[in-house]
Nanobody, 117 residues
Framework: QVQLVESGGGLVQPGGSLRLSCATS????????MGWYRQAPGKQRELVAG???????NYVDSVKGRFTISRDNAKKMVLLQMNSLKPEDTAVYYC???????????WGRGTQVTVSS
């Protein structure tokens, strides 16, 4: 079982920035593909950004150029830097760990991000 703990959410004005963190204690962290998902009220959960064990990244089109995902294997953490936030970024953000080639997916409890003036 992999435990993921998110932090860094909150209320921010449009145009502002937040940085989300996801920490885990698993010794195999460097092998997992990590991702940030979000779910807004009434909408399906969507992948926001992902990063492979090798550091390759991918983003949903709506956040390209504004969000940056990164990982620190020594600290066993994955970060999501969110800039130029928009009201439509409001959602609960979840950290995900996926073991490549398997059905193993682990989720954090989520952290609320609210973008509002």
């Amino acid at each position: 079982q992999v435990q993921l703990v998110e932090s860094g959410g909150g209320l921010v004005q449009p145009g502002g920035s937040l940085r989300l963190s996801c920490a885990t204690s698993t010794s195999a962290f460097s092998s997992y593909r990590m991702g940030w998902y979000r779910q807004a009220p009434g909408k399906q959960r969507e992948l926001v950004a992902g990063i492979t064990s090798g550091g390759r990244t991918n983003y949903v089109d709506s956040v390209k150029g504004r969000f940056t995902i990164s990982r620190d294997n020594a600290k066993k953490m994955v970060l999501l830097q969110m800039n130029s936030l928009k009201p439509e970024d409001t959602a609960v953000y979840y950290c995900n760990a996926h073991w490549p080639g398997s059905n193993y997916d682990y989720w954090g409890r989520g952290t609320q991000v609210t973008v509002s003036s």
